[in-house]
C-alpha cells in the first residue's frame, strides 16, 4: 500500500475519532459509538495484528462502559440528592422511552421530569425535589468528564495501535 493511502486512512480516521470525542459534548449525539467505529473501520482496513486484536479488545470494552457511565452516574447523582431508587428506575425507563418516542430530545427532557415530579409527588416539598434534580445534573456533568476521558483513551489506545502495530 503506498505511503499516501496510509496517511490518509489515519487521517480520516483521525477526523472521525475527533468528531466522535468532541461529539461527547452533545448529551444525544452517540460519540463512544464514532469513536469505536472508526476504529473498527481502520482496522477493517488495514488489518488488526495481534497488538490491533488485543487493544481493540480493550477499546471495545471502554466503549460498552462508556456508552453506560452516564447512566450509572447520573442514577448515582440522583440518588445523592435523595432520590429513590424507584424514582431513579422510572426516570431511566422514561428517558429511554422519551428518546424513542421524540428522538433526540425526548429522553433529555423526560428523565429529569420525571425525577424532579415523582420526587415533588413522594415527598411534598419542593425543596427536596430540586436536590434530587440537582444531584441527577450533577452526576451529568460528571459522566461527561468520564465519558471523555474514556474517548481520550481510546484515541491513546489506537494511536499505540498505529504506531507499534
Keep these: 500500500m503506498p505511503e499516501w493511502l496510509h496517511v490518509s486512512i489515519f487521517a480520516l480516521t ?3 475519532v475527533l468528531f ?11 460519540g463512544m459509538v464514532v469513536i469505536w467505529l472508526a476504529i473498527l473501520g481502520y482496522g477493517v482496513i488495514k488489518g488488526f495484528g495481534n497488538l490491533g486484536v488485543v487493544l481493540f479488545v480493550v477499546i471495545t470494552l471502554l466503549m460498552l462502559f462508556g456508552t453506560m457511565v452516564d447512566n450509572i452516574l447520573m442514577g448515582a447523582g440522583a440518588r445523592k440528592g435523595g432520590a429513590s431508587w424507584t424514582t431513579i428506575g422510572v426516570a431511566l ?8 418516542v421524540w428522538p433526540p430530545f425526548g429522553g433529555i427532557i423526560a428523565a429529569p421530569l420525571v425525577i424532579f415530579s415523582l420526587e415533588y409527588w413522594r415527598s411534598r416539598d419542593m425543596h427536596i425535589a430540586w436536590e434530587a434534580l440537582r444531584g441527577l445534573a450533577t452526576g451529568w456533568g460528571l459522566s461527561f468528564v468520564v465519558r471523555f476521558g474514556i474517548g481520550l483513551v481510546m484515541m491513546a489506545l489506537w494511536w499505540l495501535w498505529v504506531w507499534r502495530g
Design 14 to 16: 483521525q477526523i472521525i
Design 20 to 30: 466522535g470525542l468532541f461529539g461527547l459534548i452533545v448529551p444525544i449525539f452517540p
Design 93 to 100: 425507563v422514561a428517558g429511554i422511552v422519551g428518546t424513542l
